[in-house]
């Protein structure tokens, strides 16, 4: 899923700085033995506090286990609960001061800009000083996460620091190293640095530098050529992958003119489709650059909508939906794994099935009442079906559960505004505009929006 999940935020710098970093400097200096209790979650991770949990790493000689998710993030949602909460993670994690971080909080986003992440979830390996030596993206299941972190992390005690030192020296292993960490963290720029000194092909490589040319102004005739190069030699190298799908995809929307490269797609999802030994292949061969899919098929004929899309092939989208519902029909859900009951939302709203869609989201919001992310999924659906009405009350709960989000506040004025509640509107505004989170430069759009919103309410 990291494919979709990529969030950017600032470029990531090992330099110290802000608060945040003066508090974890302030930690280095003084060692402090007097370690205040925690609060833990339900899993037993400590809440949103790393500074403590790194006094509490370094009293009891322990590496921190810091993961960045949010409500919202399936992947995120069956890590939380599915595997953490198991006895073979808990077993196999003894030896981890553990720490939650909802990268939702605005006092968090000085956190995940200093270790650089963009993907959800991601999980930082690091010393008791707060300094990173391994990383994992996405959603693992208990056995496979356990086993990673039992073989990988004990032998990869280095800072990225001293990594870049050897890979200076000429040291194979530290650059493959960063290159892979620069790929998790989706820093294609650096990526590309490190990939150019290893001259062995690999899906990952090929990845990363089609990535590298995708984030470049595209407008411009010479990046434009080196990105269909890119995605060209990637599609040689590695025709049957999964990435493959994706990356004809890219080409056809980039260089409209390719036909051929939209058939071909249609047979390779078609084929992996008609067989699930291929299928399980692709999807194992892929899972380091495009992550964990919880619905692998649901995945292929979602490409195949968006291929007949490209070509605008009617007969063959509806077709292809009418697959997709048959598929998603098949599924079992039950509301212990609202991880993967977010997962299936997107396919159900693709295939038609909106009302199932809504139903499970309206189950979730019942089973899990103090939970923000179902009523502003729902309050999201209401504003997309123009159901205001229906809308108003989890708009309204989603800001009491979580009043420092600007988004919330926003898609609740939106409402209000919708159903003629000017007073209550302008008050939403009011209080929107007086957030933290109102002074961030990468928030300027949704200002700019919410007094616009403001202006028709005059």
């Given at each position: 899923?990291?494919?979709?999940?990529?969030?950017?935020?600032?470029?990531?710098?090992?330099?110290?700085?802000?608060?945040?970093?003066?508090?974890?400097?302030?930690?280095n200096?003084?060692?402090?033995?007097?370690?205040?209790?925690?609060?833990?979650?339900?899993?037993?991770?400590?809440?949103?506090?790393?500074?403590?949990?790194?006094?509490?790493?370094?009293?009891q000689?322990?590496?921190?286990?810091?993961?960045?998710?949010?409500?919202?993030?399936?992947?995120?949602?069956?890590?939380?609960?599915?595997?953490?909460?198991?006895?073979?993670?808990?077993?196999?994690?003894?030896?981890?001061?553990?720490?939650?971080?909802?990268?939702?909080?605005?006092?968090?986003?000085?956190?995940?800009?200093?270790?650089?992440?963009?993907?959800?979830?991601?999980?930082?390996?690091?010393?008791?000083?707060?300094?990173?030596?391994?990383?994992?993206?996405?959603?693992?299941?208990?056995?496979?996460?356990?086993?990673?972190?039992?073989?990988?992390?004990?032998?990869?005690?280095?800072?990225?620091?001293?990594?870049?030192?050897?890979?200076?020296?000429?040291?194979?292993?530290?650059?493959?190293?960063?290159?892979?960490?620069a790929?998790?963290?989706?820093?294609?720029?650096?990526?590309?640095?490190?990939?150019?000194?290893?001259?062995?092909?690999?899906?990952?490589?090929?990845?990363?530098?089609?990535?590298?040319?995708?984030e470049?102004?595209?407008?411009?005739p010479?990046?434009?050529?080196?990105?269909?190069?890119?995605?060209?030699?990637?599609?040689?190298?590695?025709?049957?992958?999964?990435?493959?799908?994706?990356?004809?995809?890219?080409?056809?929307?980039?260089?409209?003119?390719?036909?051929?490269?939209?058939?071909?797609?249609?047979?390779?999802?078609?084929?992996?489709?008609?067989?699930?030994?291929?299928?399980?292949?692709?999807?194992?061969?892929?899972?380091?650059?495009?992550?964990?899919?919880?619905?692998?098929?649901?995945?292929?004929?979602?490409?195949?909508?968006?291929?007949?899309?490209?070509?605008?092939?009617e007969?063959?989208?509806?077709?292809?939906?009418?697959?997709?519902?048959?598929?998603?029909?098949?599924?079992?859900?039950?509301?212990?794994?609202?991880?993967?009951?977010?997962?299936?939302?997107?396919?159900?709203?693709?295939?038609?099935?909106?009302?199932?869609?809504?139903?499970?989201?309206l189950?979730?919001?019942?089973?899990?009442?103090?939970?923000?992310?179902?009523?502003?999924?729902?309050?999201?659906?209401?504003?997309?079906?123009?159901?205001?009405?229906?809308?108003?009350?989890?708009?309204?709960?989603?800001?009491?559960?979580?009043?420092?989000?600007?988004?919330?506040?926003?898609?609740?004025?939106?409402?209000?505004?919708?159903?003629?509640q000017?007073?209550?509107?302008?008050?939403?505004?009011?209080?929107?505009?007086?957030?933290?989170?109102?002074?961030f430069e990468?928030?300027?759009?949704?200002?700019?929006?919410?007094?616009?919103?403001?202006?028709t309410?005059?």
């Open positions: 899923m990291r494919r979709f999940l990529r969030i950017f935020f600032v470029v990531y710098t090992f330099h110290f700085h802000s608060a945040w970093a003066r508090s974890l400097a302030d930690t200096n003084s060692r402090d033995s007097t370690v205040t209790e925690p609060t833990l979650n339900h899993n037993g991770f400590i809440k949103e506090d790393l500074i403590l949990a790194r006094k509490l790493a370094q009293t000689n322990k590496l921190l286990f810091i993961d960045f998710g949010a409500p919202w993030c399936p992947a995120c949602v069956r890590l939380d609960s599915e595997v953490f909460g198991t006895e073979e993670f808990k077993n196999g994690t003894k030896k981890f001061i553990k720490v939650a971080i909802n990268v939702d909080l605005v006092n968090n986003h000085e956190l995940m800009e200093h270790y650089g992440v963009k993907s959800f979830p991601t999980i930082i390996i690091a010393t008791d000083d707060g300094v990173e030596v391994y990383r994992i993206l996405d959603y693992s299941p208990t056995t496979a996460l356990v086993r990673e972190l039992k073989s990988n992390v004990r032998h990869h005690l280095v800072s990225v620091i001293e990594l870049e030192k050897k890979a200076k020296n000429g040291d194979i292993k530290s650059i493959q190293r960063l290159a892979h960490r790929s998790l963290m989706g820093d294609s720029l650096a990526g590309a640095k490190w990939f150019a000194l290893i001259p062995e092909k690999s899906l990952e490589k090929s990845q990363v530098l089609t990535d590298f040319w995708s470049k102004d595209l407008k411009d010479v990046n434009k050529a080196n990105y269909e190069k890119a995605l060209r030699e990637a599609l040689e190298i590695f025709p049957s992958s999964l990435n493959a799908i994706f990356w004809r995809l890219d080409l056809a929307k980039s260089d409209k003119e390719n036909k051929a490269v939209l058939a071909a797609n249609i047979l390779a999802i078609r084929k992996l489709l008609d067989s699930p030994k291929d299928l399980e292949k692709a999807f194992q061969d892929s899972r380091s650059t495009l992550g964990e899919f919880t619905f692998e098929k649901a995945l292929l004929q979602s490409k195949l909508i968006e291929t007949y899309e490209t070509a605008r092939d007969p063959n989208i509806k077709t292809t939906k009418l697959e997709l519902g048959k598929e998603m029909s098949k599924v079992t859900l039950t509301l212990d794994k609202p991880g993967v009951v977010l997962s299936s939302l997107a396919y159900f709203r693709e295939a038609g099935m909106g009302v199932l869609a809504e139903e499970w989201l189950k979730l919001a019942k089973a899990y009442p103090d939970d923000y992310a179902y009523p502003m999924k729902l309050t999201s659906w209401y504003l997309k079906t123009k159901d205001y009405a229906k809308g108003l009350p989890y708009a309204e709960k989603t800001v009491a559960l979580f009043p420092g989000s600007l988004y919330n506040f926003k898609q609740l004025a939106t409402i209000q505004t919708q159903l003629k000017t007073a209550e509107a302008k008050k939403t505004i009011e209080k929107a505009l007086a957030l933290p989170e109102a002074q990468k928030n300027k759009q949704t200002i700019q929006e919410l007094k616009a919103l403001e202006k309410l005059e």
